[in-house]
């Protein structure tokens, strides 16, 4: 099920923001004549106007599939770079990969713990749950 980007209101956002997070992101869209799904990996220090940058050039729907959270942008670029060069086989034009949303999130969770055994990183739900139990 893909992330609902409402997920990140502003007081969410501004905490991300405020403690240095960076995400990163798998985003999936359906193409070709086959409908094969494709895949996009990269990190964003704020996930919702990176989502909304690339949908603007986007010619059809994007869902964001995963969203991993790091403690900040230099874990987040090496584990989306590290995905990036395992994936290069299936690599297609325009950064896309020939692969679907649940094979990208698998190879992030997998570099982010080759790369970065030690470092506290949360995934979308787990990062929700905690904001809403630290709420209550």
């Known amino acids: 099920m893909p992330i609902d980007l409402a997920d990140y209101a502003k007081p969410i956002r501004d905490q991300l923001r405020k403690g240095e997070f960076a995400a990163v992101y798998v985003v999936t869209s359906e193409v070709g004549i086959h409908r094969t799904e494709m895949s996009r990996?990269?990190?964003a220090l704020d996930l919702v106007a990176t989502i909304v940058r690339l949908q603007a050039s986007a010619p059809l729907k994007l869902a964001v599939h995963?969203?991993?959270?790091v403690p900040n942008r230099a874990i987040a670029t090496n584990i989306s770079k590290a995905v990036q060069c395992d994936m290069m086989p299936i690599k297609r034009a325009g950064g896309w990969y020939e692969a679907p949303g649940a094979t990208m999130e698998r190879a992030v969770d997998?570099?982010?713990f080759r790369i970065h055994p030690g470092a506290t990183m949360?995934?979308?739900?787990?990062?929700?749950?905690?904001w809403r139990d630290q709420a209550a």
């Open 66 to 69: 995963a969203a991993l959270w």
């Open 41 to 43: 990996v990269g990190y």
């Open 122 to 130: 949360l995934w979308h739900d787990d990062l929700l749950r905690r």
């Open 110 to 112: 997998l570099a982010a």
